[in-house]
T-cell receptor
């Protein structure tokens, strides 16, 4: 069974601070996705990283895929209250999984205090 | 286009009962996946249907079943409910196996 470990599980920070969320696995994935989920809603895709070492930026969010395609990180600069939510990473097509199947981490619950 | 819709949004059932949840995908999407989300286990894959055929199945007992209709709408059924089945059940649709999934808001099931 392949696992995606996310850390930290919970994060509470003040508005304006920076933070990094990590997603680690022993499995290699063809790509990795990051989602944000708000209460009462389903996850919404933020980004997909495909190439080992790839870095993608989405405004104040920076996503990086590890060189070996086993891990990823999400860095938020100058966090705002609107960034509050559950951040989920999901590996696509890992070993033992069907092509294009998703394996989710348990998520990082972020609270940004005004 | 309207997003993925799930009904009902909230449901309370008693242990031993059975339940049916419904999902209407985005128009034109032929693939529907179901996931169970709990605080302890996170999001876990239940099954995926494409053009009325089950293409993949996760590691859940046979009490969990699903089907897809010719209009791509999907239902999942859980029989003989257990307390541990309390969860948010999410449905996601996509128009191609390589496309990203569009999630619905989920159905919150509580088993008492």
């Amino acid at each position: 069974t392949q696992l995606l470990e996310q850390s930290p599980q919970f994060l509470s920070i003040q508005e304006g601070e920076n933070l990094t969320v990590y997603c680690n696995s022993s499995s290699v994935f063809s790509s990795l996705q990051w989602y944000r989920q708000e209460p009462g809603e389903g996850p919404v895709l933020l980004v997909t990283v495909v190439t080992g070492g790839e870095v993608k930026k989405l405004k104040r969010l920076t996503f990086q895929f590890g060189d070996a395609r086993k891990d990823s990180s999400l860095h938020i600069t100058a966090a705002q209250p609107g960034d509050t939510g559950l951040y989920l990473c999901a590996g696509v097509g890992g070993s033992g999984a069907g092509s294009y199947q998703l394996t989710f981490g348990k998520g990082t619950k972020l609270s940004v205090i005004p | 286009k309207a997003g993925v819709t799930q009904t009902p949004r909230y449901l309370i059932k008693t242990r031993g009962q059975q339940v049916t949840l419904s999902c209407s995908p985005i128009s034109g999407h032929r693939s529907v996946s179901w996931y169970q989300q709990t605080p302890g286990q996170g999001l876990q894959f239940l099954f995926e249907y494409f053009s009325e055929t089950q293409r993949n199945k996760g590691n859940f007992p046979g009490r969990f079943s699903g089907r897809q209709f010719s209009n791509s709408r999907s239902e999942m059924n859980v029989s003989t409910l257990e307390l541990g089945d309390s969860a948010l059940y999410l449905c996601a649709s996509r128009d191609d196996p390589r496309a990203h999934r569009n999630f619905g808001p989920g159905t919150r099931l509580t088993v008492t």
